[in-house]
C-alpha cells in the first residue's frame, strides 16, 4: 500500500504544477481546452481555479454533524475519496468509487428512513481492488501523513468481485446487485477533437487518458469494448503503443482523474461509465461525452455484500436493503445508472 501511495502521489506532483499556469484559460473559455505554453503575451495573468479539482460537491460528502475547523485546499488537502466522522461511526462502508457523486443523497435517504444513523456514517470510494487491499490489512490505511483504521460493514463492487471474495470468505453471502453501468467517452465540452467512435482513440495524435489495468476493474469491460469497435489490434494501440508512446496516460483513480486531465487540457477524450460524464456535466464541469452504441458497449454489475465479522452486522444489512429500495434506485437513475435486471447486464464486472 505504501508503495502504490508514493505512486499515486508522483503521478500528481506530475499533473499539479501543469494546472496553476492552465488554470486561468478554463476560466476564460470553459468549454476550450486550455493553451500549451502558459500565458506570456496575453492581456491578463491567470487566475487561480480550483473549481476543476477535487473535492467537487462543496462538502456534501461529508455527513459528520459537528466538522469544526474546515480546512479543505483542493489541489493540497482534500481527501475527496474519505467521508465522514471517524470517531465513533454505526456504518461503515467501503463503496468501489463509480458513484462518489451519489453517496451524499443516498446517505441522506437512508438517514430519513434510519434517523438512529444521522452523523454516524463514515463510507470510502476509492477503486475496489485497493479496497480489498485496506480490508486485508484490518482496515488500516495511510493517504500522505495520516494514518487511520476503520474496518468495515460492508463492500460494494462488481457482482463478480463481490462473489469471488464471497468464495474466499472475505465477505458473508449473500451478493446483493442492485444497478447496471455502461461505458461511454469523455471529452471536453466542445469534443474539440472530434471524437466520434472508440476507434478514433487509436489516431496517433488523439491523447487519451484511461484508467489503468494494474488498479481499476473498469479495464476489461474497456478492452472487452475496444476489441469489439477495432479488433484486438485497437486495444493493442490504445493499451500498450500509446502507452508506451506517452499519448495514453494511465489513471490510479479514474472517477476523479479522467476529467482532471481533460479539463486541464492534458487528454482529448478517456472512456470512463457514463454516470461519471454525466455527473461531471451536472456540476457544471466543462466536459461532454460521445455515447458508445450498445454493440461495442459493456455492462457492469454493481453488488455489495456484508463483510465477514463486520463491526456493525445489523446495520451492513440495514444498508444493503436499502440499496436496491425504490428510493436508492431514484437516487442511481439520476446518473444514468439502471436497476439491475439479470438479462438486461451482459458483463459483469
Known amino acids: ?20 499556469a492552465m488554470a486561468a484559460s ?6 476550450q481546452p486550455p493553451a500549451v505554453g502558459g500565458w506570456h503575451g496575453r492581456a491578463e495573468a491567470p487566475r487561480y481555479d480550483e473549481s476543476i ?12 454533524v459537528d466538522r469544526g475547523f474546515e480546512f479543505t485546499v483542493p489541489e493540497v ?18 463503496v468501489g468509487g463509480n458513484y462518489f457523486f451519489a453517496m451524499a443523497p443516498l446517505v441522506q435517504a437512508f438517514e430519513a428512513a434510519n434517523p438512529d444513523y444521522k452523523g454516524r456514517i463514515y463510507w470510502e470510494t476509492i ?7 485496506q480490508l486485508a490489512k484490518g482496515g488500516t490505511i495511510t493517504v500522505g501523513n495520516m494514518t487511520w483504521t476503520v474496518k468495515a460493514d460492508a463492500y460494494f463492487a462488481g457482482l463478480k468481485k463481490v462473489q469471488a471474495l464471497i468464495d474466499k470468505k472475505v465477505l458473508a453471502a449473500p451478493a446483493v446487485p442492485y444497478v447496471t453501468n455502461t461505458l461511454t467517452i469523455m471529452v471536453p465540452k466542445g469534443n474539440p ?20 489495468p494494474a488498479f481499476e476493474g473498469i479495464v476489461r469491460q474497456i478492452e472487452a469494448s475496444l476489441t469489439k469497435a477495432g479488433g484486438s489490434a485497437l486495444a493493442t494501440m490504445v493499451y500498450k503503443t500509446k502507452v508506451a508512446d506517452g499519448t495514453t496516460i494511465l489513471t490510479h483513480i479514474h472517477h476523479r482523474q479522467s476529467p482532471l486531465f481533460i479539463m486541464q487540457g492534458l487528454a482529448d477524450a478517456g472512456v470512463t461509465w457514463q454516470s461519471e460524464a454525466i455527473f461531471q456535466e451536472q456540476a457544471g464541469h466543462p466536459i461532454a461525452q460521445v455515447p458508445i452504441p450498445a454493440a461495442d458497449n459493456a455492462t457492469a454489475i454493481y453488488a455489495g455484500a456484508e463483510v465477514s465479522g463486520a463491526p456493525h452486522p445489523e446495520a451492513a444489512r440495514a444498508w444493503l436493503a436499502f440499496i436496491h429500495s425504490p428510493s436508492a434506485l431514484g437516487i442511481f437513475e439520476r446518473y444514468g445508472f439502471k436497476p439491475y435486471a439479470p438479462a438486461a447486464a451482459d458483463v459483469a464486472k
Open 1 to 20: 500500500m505504501r508503495k502504490l501511495l508514493k505512486v499515486l502521489f508522483v503521478t500528481s506532483a506530475l499533473v499539479l504544477p501543469a494546472a496553476s
Open 26 to 31: 478554463t476560466v476564460a473559455s470553459p468549454g
Open 53 to 64: 479539482f477535487p473535492p467537487w460537491q462543496h462538502g456534501a460528502n461529508n455527513d459528520a
Open 77 to 94: 488537502d482534500d481527501l475527496a475519496d474519505f467521508h465522514g466522522d471517524l470517531t465513533d461511526p454505526k456504518l461503515v462502508l467501503y
Open 127 to 133: 477503486p475496489p481492488g485497493l479496497l480489498v487491499r
Open 193 to 212: 477533437a472530434d471524437i466520434k467512435t472508440l476507434a478514433d482513440l487509436g489516431k496517433p495524435n488523439i491523447r487519451l487518458v484511461m484508467p489503468n
